[in-house]
C-alpha cells in the first residue's frame, strides 16, 4: 500500500501532539481542584450565613459530608464533560490548522519536485529559483539549481561536439559522393570501376544517413519549432512513396491503414521519425514475403497514433528497450547491415519525447517488431496556433 503523504502525516503529528498536551492539562485540571473542594466546604461549614447575613445555625457533619461528596462529584463530571467537548473542538481545529501549515512548510518541496519532473524530461534549461529566506529548503533548490547548470553545460557542450563534427564531415562525404557517381555513371567507366563506384556510393549515402542521425540526436529541444500543422497521415504517405522503390528490392509489401491525425510539431524532425520507423521495419524484415504494416488514426486517448509493425527475427522482450539506445543492435544480421547503424530508433525517440509523446516496442509472437508512438493531438478550437502559443 501507499505511504500516507507527507502533509497528512504532518498534520497527523500536530493533531496528535496537540490532543496529548490537551489531556495533559485536562488531567493536571482534575487532580488539582476535585481533591481540593471538601476543604473550601469545610471553611464554608465554619461560617455559615442565611440571606439575612445572620448566622445559621450549625449543621451536622453528616450533611456537610454528603454535601462535600455531591459537590465534588458535580465538578468532577463537569470538568470531564466539559473538558471532553473542548479536546474534541480542539482536534478538529488543531487538524484543520495542521494540514493548512504542513501545505505552506511543502510548498517548496512541491516546487522542486516539480522542477525536477520537468527537467527529467530533457527540459535541462529550466531553474527552480526558489524565493524565500534563507534556510535548509532555499539550500536545497539552491544546490539543485546549480546540479542542473553544471549538467545543462554538459550536455550543451556534447550537442556542440557532436553538431560540429558532423558538420565538418559533411563537406568530403559530398566530395565522395559525387567522386562515387562519377565513377559509376562514367559512360567509358570499366565494370570494376562501376561495380566499385556503385560500392562507395552506397557506403557513403549510408554515412551521410548516420551524419543525419547525430545531428537528430544532438539537437537542443529548446530550440525545436512546434508551431507547424502537421498531418502524421500526410507524413506516412509521404515515407511510403519514398521507400517504395527499396520496399520492392527487397521483396516487402508495404500496407497501409491512414486516417487523419492533424498536430503541432517540427514537420522536418517528424518526417524523420516515420521514415527511420518505415525504413528500419524495411531493412529488418524477413528476406521473403515480407510484409510492413502502418497505421495511423487517433486512440481512444485523443493523441494521435502512429504504428509499423512488421516479421522479423524472434526477439527478447527484455531487450526491446536496448533498441531505442544509440549504436545498439540485438541480431548478428543487424551488426552486418551495411546501412544499420543503430540509431533509427534512438532518434525516434528523442524526437517523440521532445514533442511530449510517448514511444514503446514490442515484440510480435511470430517474430519481428511493433512500434507505437502517440503524440499530442491537435485541438479542435486551435486549428490555426500551437498550444501555449
Aim: glycine share 6%.
Amino acid at each position: 500500500m501507499r505511504r500516507p503523504s507527507m502533509q497528512l502525516r504532518l498534520a497527523s503529528w500536530y493533531t496528535a501532539l496537540t490532543m496529548l498536551t490537551g489531556l495533559i492539562l485536562l488531567v493536571l485540571i482534575y487532580l488539582l481542584v476535585v481533591p481540593s473542594m471538601p476543604s473550601f466546604l469545610a471553611v464554608a461549614r465554619a461560617a455559615p450565613f442565611n440571606a439575612a447575613n445572620t448566622v445559621a445555625a450549625p449543621r451536622s457533619s453528616t450533611s456537610v459530608a454528603v454535601s462535600s461528596y455531591n459537590l465534588r462529584g458535580r465538578v468532577g463530571t463537569s470538568i470531564i464533560t466539559l473538558g471532553s467537548l473542548a479536546l474534541l473542538t480542539l482536534a478538529v481545529l488543531s487538524a484543520c490548522m495542521g494540514w493548512l501549515l504542513a501545505g505552506r512548510v511543502l510548498d517548496p518541496v512541491r516546487a522542486v519536485t516539480a522542477t525536477a519532473r520537468r527537467i527529467a524530461e530533457r527540459n535541462l534549461h529550466e531553474r527552480i529559483a526558489l524565493r524565500r529566506p534563507a534556510d535548509e529548503l532555499k539550500e536545497l533548490a539552491d544546490t539543485f539549481d546549480a546540479m542542473v547548470g553544471r549538467l545543462e553545460r554538459s550536455f550543451d557542450g556534447q550537442r556542440r561536439f557532436v553538431a560540429n563534427a558532423s558538420h565538418e564531415l559533411r563537406t568530403p562525404l559530398a566530395t565522395a559522393r559525387a567522386v562515387a557517381e562519377v565513377a559509376a555513371t562514367a559512360p567509358n567507366a570499366s565494370p570494376d570501376a562501376r561495380r566499385l563506384g556503385t560500392r562507395l556510393l552506397t557506403i557513403a549515402v549510408a554515412q551521410e544517413r548516420l551524419l543525419d542521425s547525430l545531428l537528430a540526436l544532438a539537437h537542443d529541444e529548446s530550440t525545436i519549432d512546434r508551431t507547424a500543422h502537421v498531418d502524421l497521415a500526410g507524413l506516412a504517405v509521404e515515407a511510403v512513396a519514398a521507400h517504395l522503390q527499396s520496399a520492392q528490392a527487397a521483396g516487402v509489401e508495404l500496407c497501409t491503414e491512414l486516417v487523419a491525425a492533424p498536430l503541432f510539431g517540427d514537420s522536418a524532425l517528424l518526417t524523420r521519425v516515420v521514415h527511420n520507423l518505415v525504413d528500419n521495419a524495411i531493412r529488418y524484415n524477413r528476406a521473403e514475403g515480407g510484409w510492413v504494416r502502418i497505421r495511423v488514426g487517433v486512440g481512444e486517448d485523443g493523441r494521435a497514433r502512429l504504428s509499423v509493425v512488421n516479421p522479423g527475427s524472434m526477439i527478447d522482450p527484455a531487450d526491446v528497450s536496448a533498441l531505442f539506445e544509440p549504436f545498439r543492435r540485438l541480431h548478428h544480421d543487424r551488426t552486418d547491415h551495411p546501412r544499420g547503424s543503430g540509431l533509427g530508433l534512438s532518434v525516434v525517440r528523442v524526437v517523440v519525447q521532445a514533442h511530449h509523446g510517448t514511444v514503446h516496442a514490442e515484440p510480435r509472437a511470430g517474430g519481428g517488431l511493433a512500434v507505437h508512438v502517440a503524440l499530442p493531438l491537435c485541438p479542435e478550437d486551435a486549428d490555426d496556433e500551437p498550444p501555449g502559443s
